[in-house]
């Protein structure tokens, strides 16, 4: 099978982390946002990523996992952003080849991916499309799906009901027949807002829903998030692969070449990346770190994004969402409350209220 | 020649921007660099040859830790200190001049008067050589210091004869507009001839009440100020010389200033009392810049203190606590990596581990030779300005979180972070 995940652009609302690397390639949880989604899509032997910008490391690392998962890795590239359902209609060719149904994911979401369940109900239905749906508890805020109880085939999409019709969102995982591609033109076009309603007026278009967490961790305070419910999957299913030992509480994933130095006080929701050095009396938590970053000791943490390779210095408190480029230095004994700041800059002053330092 | 010295410590009344400090201790006594505010006027004063007695003067009411200290204090300099209590705030002038027996008595053939919120290098002797090169024997020193052209307007002006020194035309009492770049540094040098001068005001006075048919209860011909009453008149009059001074001096008036004045007291102390500050020795904290840490104090020796720290008696500190630029008050305990910067902690606080207690200081310009540290407000434009973090006696900080710009009053638990508050 195939599957195309939709990439799209600059990836501007994960900056400054997607400044220094493609928003696929930044590591959530210790692991790229695109080998999630490819190591979970079992069954598929060829994924096209639609981009609409070139990125020579995307190039690389697709190389490199086609080596590793054995599967075919090709990229879409778009001229100009297509929205959500143009890059289906440019990768026609290869999405039709084969005449089998294929998947569409959107990039930014983080959940166990369904992809085997999802293509059972597909054969089950029959119908064209298929798409998975998510429990949220403000339905309000959303585009919701209201959808036969028993069959799941969706009546209609309701944009940020008013009054209740609904918990279940759009969950951004789907799987359609090739037939799907007769509906799309080249052009930028909604695949949720011009494809979707089309198609399920026809009858074509049923909701599976999805068991477990869902996260759409395009911004980094949901990045944040997401992390914690997937350390709390990890809990559940492979609890040998988190961290333990004294001075972690709760749910602590610690890249093996990670060094933590001695009175630290270390989560709950922390993700510590390779090579990452913690020194002695730090405490940390509800934050990711990412390789090669190196934390001073003393210093306090909390619900934050330190990039690759960073220094933060000695009795600095971080917190409130504070997200770190790539190589920034944070002087000794500083605060930072909501900072976000781009790649290689030196903080010397004390940042306290939310602000982006340039 | 026998001398005297008198320093006018106020009363519970004033000092009330020292708050929530001034709630446990008498402002005097509240400790900079380590010892009683007014302990480094009566060691400059002790060392004055001549020097027969030290009168504190003001309208507390008989204390206990003042009694005490009066007690040490006159062991450690071997010489009487007595505290006079003036029966209601008679001014600066006023209770120099109701005891004026009391300051003559033995001899004296001059005194000094120092307020006790001023720091200073106290160049006391300076001021008598001066007296003696300049004026008559029964000429008057005001010690002076040039301030900024804005800041001058919040102290004393003096306008002296630029040859002789002499406070020619004119004192004025923080004007509205500029006077005078010299101020007045509020320490004094006087004759017994003074008291003329203050008697001719307690006259006048006394006769402005009499004329007055609606003569207010409190308004009373005993409450002098010599700044305005006493030193406007001298003006002009030949009596009245201004010994300027480059030593350091600051006012205390707000607790930011005591951060400040503790950073000029230690600093003098490299040359007066090295022994009162704390070295990098093996086992013990690593310390940076100027620092004093009392003999019972306890310190872990991965903390890093200074510069420009305090630390009281009986205060525990814990392992990778960092301090700057702080008091920490006796038997105050600081947890495990705990911050603490531009912060008073009060008696008996507790802060926990890795809590952060931070305040914003209000220094003085520091690329202006003669800025003087401003007098802040509490608020400004309805907001609280952000200043140094004070913790009143016996607060609690939770640990983790963070304090910032704020105010705690004594005896509060805090359960969460605070910015920019007065925590009552």
Known sequence: MRALILVGGFGTRLRPLTLSRPKPLVEFCNKALLLHQLEAAAGVSHVVLAVSYMSEALGAAMREQEQRLGIRISLSHEKEPLGTAGPLALARDLLAEGGEPFFVLNSDVICEFPFAALARFHRQHGGEGSLVVTRVEEPAKYGVVVSEADTGRICRFVEKPRVFVSNKINAGLYIFNPGILQRIQLRPTSIEKEIFPAMAQEGQLYAMELQGFWMDIGQPKDFLTGMCMYLQALRAQHPEKLHSGPGVVGNVLVDPSAKIGANCVIGPNVTIGAGVVVEDGVRIKRCTVLKGARIRSHSWLESCIVGWSCSVGQWVRMENVTVLGEDVIVNDELYLNGANVLPHKSIAESVPEPRIIM | ?424
């Not at chain 2, 204390?63 to 071997?78: G, N, Y």
């Not at chain 2, 033995?106 to 004026?135: I, K, T, W, Y």
């Open chain 2, 1 to 424: 020649m026998p001398l005297k010295a008198v320093i006018l410590i106020g009363g519970p009344q004033k000092g009330t921007r020292f708050r929530p400090l001034s709630f446990e201790v008498p402002k005097p006594l509240f400790p900079v660099a380590g010892v009683p505010m007014v302990q480094h006027h009566i060691e400059a004063c002790a060392k004055v040859p001549g020097m027969k007695e030290i009168l504190l003067m003001g309208f507390y009411q008989p204390h206990e830790a003042l009694s005490r200290f009066l007690v040490s204090a006159q062991q450690e300099f071997k010489i009487p200190i007595r505290y006079l209590q003036e029966y209601a705030a008679l001014g600066t002038g006023g209770g120099i001049y109701h005891f004026r027996d009391q300051i003559l008595s033995g001899g004296a053939e001059a005194f000094f008067v120092l307020n006790a919120d001023v720091c200073s290098e106290f160049p006391l002797q300076e001021m008598l050589e001066f007296r003696q090169q300049h004026g008559d024997a029964h000429s008057f020193v005001i010690l002076g210091t040039t301030a900024n052209r804005t800041q001058a307007l919040n102290y004393g002006c003096i306008v002296a004869n630029a040859d002789t020194q002499e406070v020619l035309r004119h004192y004025v009492e923080k004007p509205s507009t500029f006077v005078s770049e010299i101020i007045n540094c509020g320490i004094y040098l006087f004759t017994p001839a003074i008291f003329q001068h203050i008697g001719e005001v307690f006259q006048r006075n006394q006769q402005e009440l009499v004329l007055e048919e609606s003569s207010n209860g409190w308004q009373r011909a005993e409450v002098i100020r010599l700044e305005q009453d006493v030193f406007t008149a001298l003006a002009g009059s030949g009596k009245l010389y201004v010994y300027k001074t480059d030593g350091f001096w600051s006012q205390i008036k707000s607790a930011g200033s005591a951060i400040y004045a503790s950073r000029l007291y230690l600093n003098q102390y490299s040359k007066s009392h090295p022994e009162r500050l704390a070295q990098n020795k093996p086992g013990g904290p690593i310390i940076r810049g100027n620092v004093y840490i009392h003999p019972t104090a306890s310190i872990d020796s991965t903390a890093v203190l200074g510069p420009n720290v305090s630390i009281g008696e009986g205060v525990t500190v814990g392992a990778g606590v960092r301090v700057r630029e702080s008091i920490v008050l006796h038997g105050a305990s600081l947890h495990d990596h705990t911050c603490v910067l531009n912060t008073i902690v009060g008696w008996d606080s507790t802060i926990g581990r890795w809590a952060r207690v931070e305040g914003t200081p209000s220094d003085p310009n520091p690329n202006d030779p003669y800025a003087k540290i401003d007098s802040e407000t509490l608020f400004r434009d309805g907001r609280l300005t952000p200043s140094i973090t004070i913790l009143g006696c016996s607060v609690t900080i939770p640990a983790e979180v963070v304090i910032l710009n704020s105010i705690v009053l004594p005896h509060k638990e805090l359960s969460r972070s605070y910015k920019n508050q007065i925590i009552l």
